[in-house]
């Protein structure tokens, strides 16, 4: 196999940040620079892997932070949505609103991501844009189709959703984004969510009250 994925939960939200690594290549995409920058460079290098590329699901605080310092270490340029802009500009506000402290600055993205399809390649990793906002704005799903896998970040989770009481969130719109572009994918597909663990889209469609509710 060319693909591992390697998760590290994090920060005072206790998310998740991915990295994803082409074992030929030893090149990485990290996925949600949650926090402590030198940890996740640190993690990466223990498997051999150069951290080439950092994307974010969206622009919330706890899947940022260490944005600006992560590619200050490795010099991979940063992409996310352009919705999510006003979101990662704010970021030192949000530390206020969250802990009475101002957070330090984002990294300034590389690349917009669009509400379109994307396709974002590296070696053998191929991740498909899935645009899924209502918890956020701009919010982004990562779906990889050779591995049948969706990094979900803060759209699906096991047996819950994101939640849609913060500044921008929108609960009709976060529904509509599950059930049109994460449920469309087969059963079998694995979710790699923000927070808490693993679960698959099939479980999620019979089980999710949240999804049972709205159906």
């Given amino acids: 196999m060319k693909i591992e994925i390697k998760m590290l939960t994090m920060g005072i939200a206790a998310t998740n940040c991915y990295i994803v690594g082409d074992t030929e290549r030893r090149e ?14 640190q993690s990466a290098q ?21 944005s600006k310092e992560l590619k200050e270490l490795t010099g991979a340029p940063f992409y996310l949505h352009g919705d999510s802009l006003p979101l990662l500009r704010n970021l030192p506000q949000q530390g206020i609103m969250f802990t009475g402290k101002p957070f330090p600055e984002a990294a300034a993205p590389d690349r917009l991501l669009t509400t379109e399809s994307e396709i974002i390649e590296l070696g053998a990793i191929r991740l498909e844009t899935l645009y899924t906002p209502g918890h956020a704005p701009g919010h982004l799903s990562f779906y990889m189709r050779d591995g049948k896998l969706v990094f979900s970040g803060d759209s699906l989770f096991a047996g819950s959703v994101g939640r849609t009481d913060l ?15 994460l449920l469309t994918l087969d059963d079998d597909t694995r979710v790699l969510p923000g927070h808490m663990g693993m679960t698959t889209i099939g479980k999620e469609r019979a089980t999710n009250p949240f999804i049972l509710a709205y159906a």
């Avoid at 990485?28 to 030198?38: E, F, L, R, S, T």
């Avoid at 498997?47 to 940022?64: M, N, P, R, S, Y």
């Fill in 28 to 41: 990485a995409i990290v996925i949600d620079p949650v926090d402590q920058a030198a940890l996740i460079q």
């Fill in 46 to 66: 223990a498997e051999g892997w150069t951290i080439k590329l950092i994307v974010a699901t969206h622009a919330h605080f706890d899947h940022v932070l260490a």
């Fill in 167 to 181: 500044p921008g969130s929108d609960q009709e719109l976060l529904m509509r984004s599950i059930f049109d572009k």
